[in-house]
């Protein structure tokens, strides 16, 4: 059974950092784009990063280019999203995700997902 887990969420102060992972099992992602997206309530679910299988390539959304960083360890079989400079804003349910084709961008090009971890940020 194929799985994603994502940990390292909690509740921080404006300014701080944060670095939340995610593990995969039951199925090898190193040869798939991996993505991070997220969800505030009563939004629609964000692009936030993607990178590619072999880690040369990453994606950034605007509202987080410059603060977040993605990063893999296909070893490991996890990918890891650091985040820097957090805003109220920021709140919000992270979940990684695997890409299945097309646009790294889009949720719909996604076709595992893990259930997600709480992110609060509070100003």
């Known amino acids: 059974q194929v799985r994603l887990v994502e940990s390292g969420g909690g509740l921080v102060q404006a300014g701080d950092s944060l670095r939340v992972s995610c593990g995969a099992s039951g199925h090898t992602f190193k040869f798939y784009t991996m993505g991070w997206f997220r969800q505030a309530p009563g939004k629609e679910r964000e692009f936030v990063a993607a990178i590619t299988w072999s880690g040369g390539r990453t994606f950034y959304g605007d509202s987080v280019k410059d603060r977040f960083s993605i990063s893999r360890d296909s070893a490991k079989n996890a990918v890891y999203l650091q985040m820097n400079s957090l805003k109220s804003q920021d709140t919000a349910i992270y979940y990684c995700?695997?890409?299945?084709?097309?646009?790294?961008?889009?949720?719909?090009?996604?076709?595992?997902w893990g259930q997600g971890t709480q992110d609060t940020v509070s100003s």
């Open positions: 995700a695997r890409n299945l084709r097309g646009s790294v961008r889009v949720p719909n090009m996604y076709y595992y």
